[in-house]
C-alpha cells in the first residue's frame, strides 16, 4: 500500500493547478469516480485530446479522495529545467521512447507498491478528438502487476489547451470538461494483451461517444468537435498524415543539428 507521505512538491503543483482552474471558471462534470480506488494500486489509461488531461484527471481525482497520480511522461519533457525538475519532484516516471525498458520497470515498482499510474495509451495527443488506436503498454502492466486497469475518457479539455490551436481566453474560460471513469479491467497474466488493448478502445471510445453525445455545447462548425459530429477537427486519417509529417520534421531537423555539432 502506497504510504499518504507529505509531498509539498505535489501539494503545491495541485494548488497552483486549481488555482488556475478556478480562474477559469472551469466547471466539472464527473461520473464513476468511485471506481478510483481510495487505496492500492491501478492503472489510469486516459484519452489524450488535449496536453491538460493529465491534470483534469488529478484534478477530479484529489477533489475525490487526496489521492496522488502518478504520470508516465516523454523523457524529453524531463530534460526541461523547470518542468523537469517539478515532474521529478512529483514522482512522475519518464519515458525514453525508444528504450522504454527502464520505465516500465519503474512503473511496475509504482504499480506494487500501491500507487495510482496514469498512462495515456494513445501516446500523445489525438487532434482528430476520437479514440486512436492504442499501445500495449497497459494491458502488459496490469498483466505483470496485478492491479486492474480504470478506463478514463475526458472530453472539452481540449477546448482549453490542444495542439495545431492557438488557446484563447474566450475558449478556455467557463469551459466544461466531462471526466468519466469506468469500472476496473482485470488483466489475468496469460490474457492477450492485444485482445485487452482492443477491449480497452472499444470502452473508451464508447466513453467519449457519451460525453460527447450529452455535452450541452452545440459543437457544430467548431474546431473542436470531431468531424463525423459535424466539427472541422481533422479527420482521424488526416490527423495520422499530420502526425507523420510532423514526426519526419523534427528527425530531420535532429539531423540538421546533429551534423552542424560535428
Known sequence: MATRRSEPIYSSAVAVGRTVFAALRLKRAVTGIEHVPNEGGAILAITHFGYLDFALTEWVIWCHNRRKVRFMAKESVFAKPVIGSLLRGMHHIPVNMKAGAAAFDSAITALKSGELLGVFPEAGVNASFTVRDLKSGAARLAAQSGVPIIPVAVWGGHRVLTKNHKPTLRDAYKTLVSVTFAPPITVRPDDDPAEVTQALHDQLQGMVDTLQR??????????????????????????????????????????????KTK
Not at 468537435?225 to 490527423?239: C, I, N, S, V, Y
Open 214 to 259: 450529452d455535452y450541452p455545447v452545440d459543437g457544430t462548425g467548431q474546431w473542436w468537435q470531431p468531424r463525423h459530429l459535424g466539427g472541422t477537427a481533422p479527420t482521424p486519417e488526416e490527423a495520422a498524415a499530420a502526425d507523420a509529417e510532423r514526426k519526419l520534421r523534427r528527425e530531420a531537423e535532429a539531423a540538421e543539428r546533429a551534423n
